[in-house]
């Protein structure tokens, strides 16, 4: 699009190639028209005029500046899917982050279970097996523990809920608290997996996760880049707020549906400015197509986050985030020099030209000469480094 900084470049490089030839007509017949030299002389100036008006510092030098800055965040592992998306970057006042999988290394395990009535064991069979057809990575960790082989008929996953399924005979309901009182088994506990059979709540069980070893210094880069971030997850708000602590986000936001996801992401878009969001799951598709920069996590993350994201992390290191928003900082920067760089080199050579100083060597140099300089000042963004975090 135009708004864009290469949509402007693209723009600008059109309507130099077609207003060149049309001024270069002028320059050579309109002064000996009126007296003003001999034709010789006018048109061998507008043949200067056109070599000078050649636009190809631009043409050369702000994609390539954009394919280096691709380049680079790529290398560090965050995949964009163009250069508007690189371009966008730059612009991001907040960064929110879903939790598990994310902030978190998603390599869960059952902890402890509690049970009302039924053996520990029976009711963590009976949840497992109502969960082993889920994709979300705590419902796989409960799956794993169906030490006894139950299977679970009519499963139905609701998004940002949890499971329904019928077990032995049971209806067996497992996840949050809002699945809960859908089923009539409401709770005030603050596990972040409940389970309820037939109706009524039954017990519920503990999942443990760790955070990233990388998490804490991304949060801090992050801080230190756009000013503030925060966590959405759908898990409870116990577990969200430790981790929130642990990291050291600015807010964090637990027990959120994907609808409410995407609300509070465009309450914070509203409040501090263009919002980039990460997550990895099925239920962050909604706010990852949301979000002015959507990033999913590559590495284990679904295929759905992957196709509404503008781009993929394809690391376990967050703090490839910062160092892309930083990357794509410096690319927007060089291309507005390489800009000023070429425009400035042939306006002050068109001037030279038009007064007859400048010759045909200045005018290759000019065109030849702002292109080459343009390139290798492009060639200085592969001095970024990243400093990779241990994982």
């Not at 796989?140 to 523990?145: E, Q």
């Not at 800009?339 to 001037?351: D, E, F, Y």
């Amino acid at each position: 699009p135009s708004t864009t900084l290469c949509g402007s470049a693209a723009s600008l490089m059109g309507r130099v190639a077609r207003c060149s030839v049309p001024a270069a007509v002028l320059v050579a017949v309109l002064p000996p028209l009126f007296g003003a030299g001999e034709w010789s002389e006018w048109i061998r100036r507008a043949l200067i005029f056109l070599v000078i008006s050649c636009p190809c510092a631009l043409v050369l030098s702000i994609p390539l500046t954009f394919f280096a800055g691709l380049g680079i965040t790529s290398r560090a592992g965050v995949l964009l899917k163009g250069a508007d998306s690189l371009e966008r970057l730059p612009r991001v006042k907040a960064v929110v982050l879903d939790k598990t999988g994310t902030l978190t290394e998603g390599e869960f395990e059952v902890q402890r279970v509690e049970s009302a009535e039924l053996p520990t064991e029976e009711l963590l069979a009976l949840a497992s097996a109502a969960e082993q057809h889920s994709l979300h990575p705590v419902a796989s960790a409960i799956a794993r523990a169906n030490t006894r082989g139950y299977t679970a008929s009519n499963v139905q996953e609701l998004a940002g809920k949890g499971v329904v399924a019928e077990v032995n005979g049971w209806r067996v309901a497992v996840g949050n608290r809002a699945l809960m009182g859908e089923d009539g088994a409401a709770t005030d506990s603050d596990a972040s997996v409940l389970v309820a059979i037939d109706g009524a709540y039954e017990g519920a069980i503990v999942v443990g996760d760790r955070v990233r070893e990388s998490a804490e210094a991304a949060i801090a880069a992050l801080d230190r880049s756009v000013g503030y971030t925060a966590i959405l997850t759908g898990d409870a708000e116990a577990a969200a707020q430790a981790v929130g602590k642990q990291v050291g986000v600015s807010e964090v936001f637990a027990s959120l549906q994907p609808a409410d996801k995407l609300r509070v992401m465009r309450e914070i878009r509203e409040k501090h400015g263009n919002t980039m969001f990460v997550g990895d799951g099925i239920n962050d598709a909604p706010v990852l197509a949301g979000a002015d920069i959507g990033i999913a996590i590559g590495l284990g993350g679904t295929e759905m986050a992957a196709e509404a994201a503008d781009a993929l992390l394809l690391t376990h290191d967050l703090t490839s985030l910062p160092f892309a928003i930083r990357a794509a900082k410096r690319t927007v920067a060089k291309a507005r020099e390489n800009i000023a760089i070429a425009l400035g080199i042939k306006t002050i050579a068109l001037v030279l030209g038009a007064l007859g100083i400048a010759g045909m060597w200045i005018a290759i140099l000019a065109d030849v000469g702002a292109a080459l300089i343009c390139v290798l000042n492009t060639l200085t963004l592969f001095w970024i480094t990243h400093k990779k975090h241990a994982s």
